[in-house]
Each structure stands twice: as structure tokens, then as C-alpha cells.
């Protein structure tokens, strides 16, 4: 019973942790973010690629996986044999949940390198929702408060 409640907490804090993702989108805005004034500048796409925006680590993926290992391979064997198949489990699990966060935070994006009408050159990471062709014309919005940039059509 208490390993079912274990595996409950950290699911639950696994799924309360992926609302928490912010995006990066050329269209989503938070609410603090719709009212605020943003700098607008027209400038040309000089190239566009493909990128992933990966969430800033956290350790819940990690440390999840590696309790459901630990649990989950402390019934193998007995003694020493037992405790090295506890500690592969625990390694094992957290390497797995590792894995599996990022593959559930990591959204794709595109790195879209802008001309400015002023001649200078900045690059912008963003969500992939808003596909962008090299010569196209385009606004960039810069935040006057966070000093993030976005790239949207004109």
C-alpha cells in the first residue's frame, strides 16, 4: 500500500509540474504578459532551423524513476544480490525517468536569425507554431519589462 501511495505522489507532482511549462510562442501570452507594451521592429528573415526548447531541469523525472526502480527492484533476489539489483533499479529508474521528463517537456521550435531594419542581426528561439521562409518580412516584438523578443508575421 505505501509504494501505491508513493507512485500516486509522483504522479501527481510529475503532471502539476507539465502545467507549469510556459511557452514560447509567437501567439500565446500569459496574463500578465496581454497588457503589457511591447517595442515593435521590422525587419527580414535571413534563416530559419529547427530547434527544441527544453525545460530548465528539475530533478522529479529523475528522482521518480529512481524510487519506482529502487521499489520495483528490491524484490529481486535476497542479500547481496538483492541490494545490487536495488541499486541497479535505483540507477536504472532514474536514467528512464530522466529520460521520460524530457520527452514530455520538450517541445519543438525554431531558431529564426532576423536582419533588423537597422542592419542589425539577433537570433530568436521560439515555439514552432508560426513557420517562417528566408526574405519573408517580419515584426519583432521585444517586452519592455522581461526583455524577450518574439518573431510574428507582418
Avoid: W
Avoid at 531541469?57 to 519506482?68: A, D, N
Avoid at 536582419?115 to 507554431?129: F, H, P, T, Y
Amino acid at each position: 500500500m505505501q509504494i501505491v501511495k508513493i507512485i500516486m505522489t509522483l504522479s501527481i507532482i510529475n503532471l502539476l509540474l507539465i502545467g507549469c511549462v510556459t511557452s514560447r510562442s509567437t501567439n500565446v501570452y500569459t496574463e500578465g504578459q496581454a497588457l503589457e507594451a511591447e517595442d515593435v521592429e521590422e525587419g527580414v528573415v535571413e534563416s530559419v532551423e529547427p530547434a527544441t526548447i527544453r525545460k530548465d531541469g528539475t530533478i522529479v523525472g529523475s528522482v521518480g524513476g529512481s524510487v519506482i526502480g529502487g521499489i520495483a527492484a528490491s524484490g529481486i533476489g535476497g542479500g547481496k544480490g538483492q541490494a545490487i539489483a536495488t541499486t541497479g533499479g535505483i540507477i536504472l529508474g532514474g536514467l528512464l525517468g530522466h529520460l521520460m521528463e524530457q520527452g514530455v517537456t520538450d517541445r519543438a521550435a525554431l531558431k529564426v536569425v532576423v536582419r533588423l531594419q537597422n542592419g542589425k542581426k539577433i537570433v530568436i528561439v521560439q515555439e514552432a507554431d508560426v513557420t517562417f521562409q528566408r526574405g519573408e518580412r517580419v515584426n519583432v516584438f521585444s517586452s519592455r519589462v522581461d526583455n524577450t523578443k518574439r518573431v510574428a508575421k507582418l
